[in-house]
């Protein structure tokens, strides 16, 4: 028996960013970073900044259909955490099909675990990867608690 991961679990509305107004790459993870400062500081957020940053240098995480999964494993953090975000207009990432990236979930987990890290990232490209029709409606979300709605609407259709 599989053990599903559920994003809907993963993510809470606090950590959910509709319609971003970055521009760049560097900005977007910057500001998805930017919102655990009260739970990690910002000591902490500038560090994981950094290695999200470095861990996109040597690869991007643009999985292509608009969608990117940037991640980083650290000792600056105890559990794993995820956080989303939305582009209107879309961001060069220089995803896989070399398309504006307009939907991101960034990934950060504890540098000891490996199978919880692997696993969210499996089922965020399981579930929104190749799923235009999903990922615009969650990029057409007009609040955190939309974007959840539409979540937990979608999982309900692919994972049984």
Known sequence: ??????????????????HSGSSDAESIL???V??????????ACKDISD????REKSKST?????????????????QLYCVAATSENGIEFKALDSK????????ISPDFTVGPH??????????????????AKLNNAQSPE????????EEEKYII
């Open 62 to 78: 643009g999985i292509g259909y608009g969608v990117a999964v940037p991640h980083t494993r650290t000792s600056l953090v105890k």
């Open 30 to 32: 910057c500001e998805m």
């Open 118 to 135: 692997l696993n969210i990232i499996a089922a965020i490209s399981h579930l929104v990867g190749k799923n235009t029709n999903m990922s």
């Open 51 to 54: 290695a999200v940053l470095e």
């Open 100 to 107: 504006l990236t307009s939907l991101f979930f960034l990934i």
């Open 146 to 153: 939309e974007f959840m709605e539409i979540l937990k609407a």
């Open 34 to 43: 930017q919102l655990l400062s009260d739970e990690l500081g910002p000591e």
């Open 1 to 18: 028996m599989y053990n599903i991961i559920r994003l809907s679990e993963q993510l809470s509305e606090k950590h959910i960013i509709v």
